[in-house]
């Protein structure tokens, strides 16, 4: 009982940090006036927090399966949550990335809407992350 | 404790443990409807029911023939079932963490409906 909250809460941990930086990253670059010096070290941040929620949400599945042999119950619109939460971080995950190969070739505006898509995935991201806990 | 009252220790100590560890299971009771009950379709049924969480349960969710169609975040109360076409059905009451993850218990009955 012990080590299995141990287990949900450090993973919990690495979620709300991850949920943290997806948002906090590219809002901060871009607020309240767009810093194109940092981009490249944030968008690693960003790469990376999207990386953490992937695995720290994998996660959460493998200690109910090693806990208890079956994943969360989840039907109707905590289904359709965790699909859009999904979909926004592998997106996230793949922009960041692509920025990062090939970015320092974008305009200016260019990389600026890629830090507003980024927000915008975190943003989506937390708001599904919301319905997923209370519709399940 | 001298080795001669060890055996008799122990087993008041199993006897007066394992109660308590029952206690500590939980439980679910389906008060209405009866199990093998018949329910008219036209009637608003309402599933009762009273759940003991036990330490790793937090909330409950119920099923009719194996999909979820309810939360239930009252340990004691019902839920009204809507609508159910005419034929058997399961119904299910599971205990589930916060995670949303089935503990194992659970109490389920069968219920016609006409």
Same mark, same amino acid.
Request: proline share 5%; glycine share 10%; with cysteine.
């Given at each position: 009982?012990?080590?299995?909250?141990?287990?949900?809460? #450090?993973?919990?941990?690495?979620?709300?940090?991850?949920?943290?930086?997806?948002?906090?990253?590219?809002?901060?670059?871009?607020?309240?006036?767009?810093?194109?010096?940092?981009?490249?070290?944030?968008?690693?941040?960003? #790469?990376?927090?999207?990386?953490?929620?992937?695995?720290?949400?994998?996660?959460?599945?493998?200690?109910? #399966?090693?806990?208890?042999?079956?994943?969360?119950?989840?039907?109707?619109?905590?289904?359709?949550?965790?699909?859009?939460?999904?979909?926004a971080?592998?997106?996230?995950?793949?922009?960041?990335?692509?920025?990062?190969?090939?970015?320092?070739?974008?305009?200016?505006?260019?990389?600026?809407?890629?830090?507003?898509? #980024?927000?915008?995935?975190?943003?989506?991201?937390?708001?599904?992350?919301?319905?997923?806990?209370?519709?399940? | 404790?001298?080795?001669?009252?060890?055996?008799a220790?122990?087993?008041?100590?199993?006897?007066?443990?394992?109660?308590?560890?029952?206690l500590?299971?939980?439980k679910?009771?389906?008060?209405? &409807?009866?199990?093998?009950?018949?329910?008219?379709?036209?009637?608003?049924?309402?599933?009762?029911?009273?759940?003991?969480?036990?330490?790793?349960?937090?909330?409950?969710?119920?099923?009719v023939?194996?999909?979820?169609?309810?939360?239930?975040?009252?340990?004691?109360? %019902?839920?009204?079932?809507?609508?159910? %076409? &005419?034929?058997?059905?399961?119904?299910?009451?599971?205990?589930?963490?916060?995670?949303?993850?089935?503990?194992?218990?659970?109490?389920?009955?069968?219920?016609?409906?006409?």
């Open positions: 009982m012990w080590s299995e909250n141990l287990a949900y809460a #450090l993973t919990q941990v690495v979620h709300n940090f991850g949920a943290a930086a997806v948002l906090g990253g590219p809002v901060f670059m871009l607020w309240p006036a767009f810093r194109p010096e940092d981009t490249r070290s944030f968008a690693w941040l960003i #790469l990376v927090a999207w990386g953490a929620q992937i695995a720290s949400g994998g996660l959460f599945g493998l200690t109910s #399966l090693y806990y208890y042999g079956e994943t969360p119950d989840l039907s109707g619109i905590a289904i359709a949550a965790l699909a859009v939460k999904v979909a971080a592998i997106a996230g995950f793949l922009l960041a990335a692509l920025y990062l190969l090939r970015g320092r070739a974008w305009s200016r505006v260019s990389v600026m809407r890629t830090f507003w898509s #980024l927000a915008a995935l975190g943003a989506v991201a937390l708001t599904a992350a919301a319905f997923l806990r209370w519709f399940s | 404790m001298n080795g001669k009252h060890f055996p220790a122990l087993a008041l100590g199993l006897f007066l443990a394992i109660p308590l560890t029952a500590g299971q939980g679910v009771l389906i008060t209405s &409807p009866a199990d093998g009950a018949t329910l008219d379709a036209l009637d608003e049924n309402r599933l009762v029911y009273e759940v003991d969480p036990g330490p790793r349960g937090d909330h409950v969710h119920v099923y023939d194996n999909k979820e169609v309810g939360i239930l975040r009252k340990l004691k109360g %019902s839920y009204l079932l809507e609508a159910p %076409s &005419p034929g058997k059905h399961g119904l299910c009451v599971k205990v589930v963490n916060k995670a949303h993850v089935p503990v194992g218990i659970e109490r389920c009955i069968q219920v016609t409906v006409k």
